[in-house]
T-cell receptor, first 115, second 118 residues
Framework: AQKVTQAQTEISVVEKEDVTLDCVYETRDTTYYLFWYKQPPSGELVFLIR??????QNEISGRYSWNFQKSTSSFNFTITASQVVDSAVYFCALRFSGGYNKLIFGAGTRLAVHP | EAGVAQSPRYKIIEKRQSVAFWCNPISGHATLYWYQQILGQGPKLLIQFQNNGVVDDSQLPKDRFSAERLKGVDSTLKIQPAKLEDSAVYLC????????????????FGPGTRLTVL
């Protein structure tokens, strides 16, 4: 079965703190893709990153970084020096090769960054 | 480039009434998706179209939900009759193409329609 678990329901930090959002996935497929989306209060899901199962290199984009570890089936997301504008719900999602591009989402982690 | 458009943004109806949502995908995107997002949960796929054909509707409650994409561009999702448990945000997404194993296709989402059933 395909499944994504985001164990952290809510995280609250003070501005400039670093924060890591955890994502653990389950799939039997050897070819799959992992995604992170941001959902601000406006409601729209904003695409952040896509990684395929054959590329375990970590990625950094500005204050955002992602750590993909197949050994632990995890794809964690770190925000460095958090800002109030980072406040949102963040979703991790899995797309497996047999699913017609269907995304399986985790329940999301609500991040609140306080001034 | 314009993003995915959805309307209305909000809708309040009473149970047993009907409601329809509209979605216009990103220009040139062949694949269109409708997701249901219940409060506190991640989005769940209801139906997926490739051009004007249905690819996956396995999680669509077909006794009350219907969707169409007649000309392979915009799409309408309908609920008739609505139940209290249909209260959710309905998200539309589109991607260039979903074909092929290992497709690198990325889905882009609209702002959603928040439905409240009283």
């Amino acid at each position: 079965a395909q499944k994504v678990t985001q164990a952290q329901t809510e995280i609250s930090v003070v501005e400039k703190e670093d924060v890591t959002l955890d994502c653990v996935y389950e799939t039997r497929d050897t070819t799959y893709y992992l995604f992170w989306y941001k959902q601000p209060p406006s409601g729209e899901l904003v695409f952040l990153i896509r990684r395929n199962s054959f590329d375990e290199q970590n990625e950094i984009s500005g204050r955002y970084s992602w750590n993909f570890q197949k050994s632990t089936s995890s794809f964690n997301f770190t925000i460095t020096a958090s800002q109030v504008v980072d406040s949102a719900v963040y979703f991790c999602a899995l797309r497996f090769s047999g699913g017609y591009n269907k995304l399986i989402f985790g329940a999301g982690t609500r991040l609140a960054v306080h001034p | 480039e314009a993003g995915v458009a959805q309307s209305p943004r909000y809708k309040i109806i009473e149970k047993r009434q009907s409601v329809a949502f509209w979605c216009n995908p990103i220009s040139g995107h062949a694949t269109l998706y409708w997701y249901q997002q219940i409060l506190g949960q991640g989005p769940k796929l209801l139906i997926q179209f490739q051009n004007n054909g249905v690819v996956d509707d396995s999680q669509l409650p077909k006794d009350r939900f219907s969707a169409e994409r007649l000309k392979g561009v915009d799409s309408t999702l309908k609920i008739q009759p609505a139940k209290l448990e249909d209260s959710a945000v309905y998200l539309c997404a589109s991607s260039f193409s979903a074909l092929g194993r290992g497709s690198t296709d990325t889905q882009y989402f609209g702002p959603g329609t928040r439905l409240t059933v009283l």
